[in-house]
């Protein structure tokens, strides 16, 4: 499979699912032919924008499996917009060549903010005020009702939105402690604890901000909540399964917790609007939304720029920097240069062999990068003279070419 250069008009982009304009903006001022369609696809209609395109870009609701990429000949890339990428095939679209960029930080912000909301509505019991006062009933008692300032919050994950949340809290006059299994430098006062059970046993408020991975799967139960301080309050707002949601029920239940916050579920509706019982709406204390930390106007915007920027630095310059399943290489534009990009099968001897191929034509190397995951690699070279269609056509016929662009 090959692809040659042209120009960024008649590079095909379609966007589906109602991405946010930001996208179609940043990528129609690029200068690419830009098609949007509000609705997410599926099957033969999918197949054919598929084969139309050379990027894609997708939510989370059309699914690009391997049947779909099986149609993908001409697609240089897939942009997800959306923190996740479980809704594309994406090892397979490796092996076809096609790298996928998704913006997993876009939302940090708004999740953050939620969190402190919700921190704050835990010690204020303002779920529960609110619901009664909906049912007419007002109830203006204050027990149970405190102020965040001076207490203790313990992040379990201090990456993108764990360390925003502990500037937030800071300036909210709290004490900050997090844990991380890789060793972060602190921001502002907050302070690093080796041990998770020593930080869940000094917080008043317990955090969590971690991928789902095995790790973290269930990482508090029954053992790590009956360690939080009596009265004390769980925040969930990264993946349901990190919490073993029966031992926060009975936890809850049996009044060792103050409250929880919960926003991800470990399972969740697929459809935006659903019939759905988390099972909590008898516990006093809980404040439940439907996985909307990062669902803000400016997050959607944010989301649209991060992946329309990754995608036109790929299609222009060959960055890979981001893609969740291709080695990643960020060539710097070299001026006066003629760049090669080269997907291949991760075997010996293509280096040597595009060399070659080079040389043959009389070209110097200025500069080159090639970097591998398990499954493929990729080259990129700049060379000093402009490259005709027979190098081209010789760098796709390696046995282990995949794809092939030569850029300006
Ligand atoms: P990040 O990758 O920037 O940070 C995650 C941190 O967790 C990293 O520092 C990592 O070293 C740490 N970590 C991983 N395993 C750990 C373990 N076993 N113990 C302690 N620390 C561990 O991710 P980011 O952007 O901060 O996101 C955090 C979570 O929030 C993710 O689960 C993400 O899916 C979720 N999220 C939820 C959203 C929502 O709508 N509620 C929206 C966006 C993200």
Not at 20 to 25: M, N, R
Not at 150 to 160: D, P, S
Not at 335 to 353: F, K, S
């Amino acid at each position: 499979m090959s692809d040659t250069s042209f120009p960024r008009h008649r590079i095909r982009i379609t966007l589906l699912e109602n991405v946010h304009p930001s996208a179609a903006d940043a990528l129609t001022e690029r200068g690419y032919a830009v098609e949007v369609i509000p609705r997410a696809l599926e099957g033969r209609e999918l197949a054919e924008v598929v084969a139309a395109s050379h990027v894609l870009g997708v939510r989370s609701r059309t699914k690009l499996r391997e049947e779909a990429l099986a149609h993908a000949g001409k697609m240089l890339a897939i942009g997800c917009f959306s923190v996740g990428t479980d809704q594309v095939a994406i090892r397979d679209a490796a092996q076809r060549g096609i790298p996928v960029f998704n913006a997993p930080h876009a939302s940090t912000r708004s999740v953050a903010e939620l969190t402190m909301g919700a921190m704050i509505a835990l010690a204020r019991r303002l779920g529960d005020k609110s619901n009664a006062l909906h049912h007419r009933h007002w109830d203006k008692t204050l027990a149970g009702a405190h102020e965040v300032r001076g207490r203790t919050v313990g992040l379990i994950g201090y990456g993108h939105i764990g360390q925003q949340v502990g500037l937030l809290a800071e300036a909210f006059g709290m004490r900050v402690l997090f844990h991380d299994i890789v060793r972060k430098l602190p921001l502002g006062l907050a302070r690093p604890i080796a041990d998770v059970d020593e930080l869940i046993e000094q917080s008043d408020f317990v955090s969590l901000h971690v991928p789902e991975t095995p790790r973290t799967l269930a990482m508090i139960g029954a053992p790590q909540l009956t360690r939080m301080r009596r009265g004390s309050y769980l925040l969930n707002l990264s993946r349901g399964k990190v919490v073993d949601v029966e031992a926060l029920r009975a936890a809850l239940a049996n009044g060792h917790l103050g409250g929880a916050a919960l926003d991800v579920f470990p399972a969740e509706p697929t459809p935006t609007v659903a019939e759905f019982d988390v099972g909590f709406a008898d516990l006093p204390n809980v404040i439940l939304t439907p996985h909307v930390g990062g669902n803000t106007e400016e997050a959607q915007r944010a989301i649209g720029l991060e992946v329309a920027h990754a995608l036109s630095e790929f299609i222009d310059r060959g960055s890979t920097e981001g893609a969740v399943n291709f080695p990643q290489v960020n060539p710097p534009s070299m001026p006066e240069t003629h760049r090669i990009l080269n997907i291949h099968q991760n075997v010996p001897g293509v280096l040597a062999a595009v060399n070659n191929i080079v040389s043959d034509v009389g070209a110097n190397i200025e500069a080159q990068q090639l970097a591998t995951t398990r499954d493929i690699g990729y080259l990129v070279m700049d060379v000093n003279r402009e490259l005709s269609d027979e190098v081209h056509t010789r760098i796709s016929a390696l046995p282990m070419n995949v794809r092939t662009r030569i850029l300006y």
